[in-house]
């Protein structure tokens, strides 16, 4: 499968964006979704991920609240809405794919499939 992440942008602190993953090449549903990131000079880490269902979800602790993952397999895309952002959510945005079979996780060692990242700037 093919991954190609849009909707990054520069905005405010307080601002709002919705980051896109268009998937192509496999059917979509046979994916469980992750978004990760990675801020300048920083290691990348896990933001959100969502099971192929829809069903399961997770956040990371530090964007519980300000961030909703979804999906509609219908159209091979996946979503991350991120509200009230902070300047220290600026990073690249990746999102990622695991086959459906194999166990739902947080760890992007176990992601096979990545889209190229979209760049977050989020100015104070």
């Known amino acids: 499968v093919q991954l190609q992440a849009s909707g990054g942008g520069l905005v405010q602190a307080g601002d709002s964006l919705r980051l896109s993953c268009a998937a192509s090449g496999r059917t979509f549903s046979r994916y469980h979704m992750g978004w990760f990131r990675q801020a300048p000079g920083k290691e990348r880490e896990f933001v959100a991920r969502i099971s192929w269902s829809g069903a399961s979800i997770y956040y990371a602790g530090f964007v519980k609240g300000r961030c909703t993952i979804s999906r509609d397999n219908a159209k091979n895309t996946g979503y991350l809405q991120m509200n009230s952002l902070k300047p220290e959510d600026t990073a690249v945005y990746y999102c990622?794919?695991?086959?459906?079979?194999?166990?739902?996780?947080?760890?992007?060692?176990?992601?096979?499939?990545w889209g190229q990242g979209t760049l977050d700037t989020v100015s104070s």
């Open positions: 990622a794919a695991r086959e459906y079979g194999r166990t739902w996780t947080s760890d992007q060692f176990l992601y096979d499939y």
